[in-house]
């Protein structure tokens, strides 16, 4: 059971470089979120999505983008990397969303660690 | 001010302690709260979760709410070197979780 599959596991980008950083499920869950994670700070939301086709801003979305053409893939592109960009990301899903009235569970990946240099 | 405060540690304590790991929080509309464990070079995973007020076990773990305090708590029970991990409180609102900064753990043998 594969989960939530995150590549690659590391890179290193130079300043005005882009990338995408790939996620896939398996679980068929519609919900779907990348997050970012720096030291000493909670995770942060950049985008999620509640369905092929529909995306939306989180917390963080300046200087990234999201597509979702099928249920399974969520990638993330960086088109201009800055240093501010350098973190540990995370996708993740759910097949409900973490809305006020629900426990719902969130998987995650096993991240990507992004250097901007 | 966060919306969680969480303190990162590390929190170092001898094989078979009793932990105690605490998240305040300043919004009252927060309803649902988790805990997730997050292993070295790993993604988060479900701990607990409780809902409102009250206290939740699960084998040696238990999570507690004070709604009327703000707090929440993760409590270990005959902590084991597997437990080392860093521990992240969460909290929904609307859409998403406000996450805590998360404390990191560490049980010596």
């Known amino acids: 059971n594969a989960g939530v599959t995150q590549t690659p596991k590391f890179r290193i980008l130079k300043i005005g470089q882009s990338m995408t950083l790939q996620c896939a499920q398996d679980?068929?869950?519609?919900?779907m979120y990348w997050y970012r994670q720096d030291p000493g700070m909670g995770l942060k939301l950049i985008y999620y999505?509640?369905?092929?086709?529909?995306?939306d801003k989180g917390e963080v979305p300046n200087g990234y983008n999201v597509s979702r053409s099928t249920t399974e893939d969520f990638p993330l592109r960086l088109e201009l990397a800055a240093p501010s960009q350098t973190s540990v990301y995370f996708c993740?899903?759910?097949?409900?969303?973490?809305?006020?009235?629900?426990?719902?569970?969130?998987?995650f990946g096993s991240g990507t660690q992004l250097s901007v240099l | 001010q966060k919306e969680v405060e969480q303190d990162p540690g590390p929190l170092s304590v001898p094989e078979g302690a009793i932990v105690s790991l605490n998240c305040t929080y300043s919004?009252?509309?927060?309803?649902?709260f988790m805990w997730y464990r997050q292993y070295s070079r790993k993604g988060p995973e479900l701990l607990m979760y409780?809902?409102s007020s009250g206290n939740k076990e699960d084998g040696r773990f238990t999570a507690q709410v004070d709604k009327s305090s703000k707090y929440i708590s993760l409590f270990i029970r005959d902590s084991q070197p597997s437990d080392s991990a860093t521990y992240l409180c969460?909290?929904?609102?609307?859409?998403?979780?406000?996450w805590g900064a998360g404390t990191k753990l560490i049980i010596k043998p």
């Open positions: 993740a899903s759910s097949s409900k969303g973490t809305g006020v009235a629900t426990n719902e569970k969130l998987f």
């Open positions: 679980m068929n869950h519609n919900y």
């Open positions: 999505s509640v369905g092929a086709g529909i995306t």
């Open positions: 919004n009252s509309a927060f309803q649902y």
């Open positions: 409780t809902y």
């Open positions: 969460a909290m929904n609102l609307n859409y998403q979780l406000i």
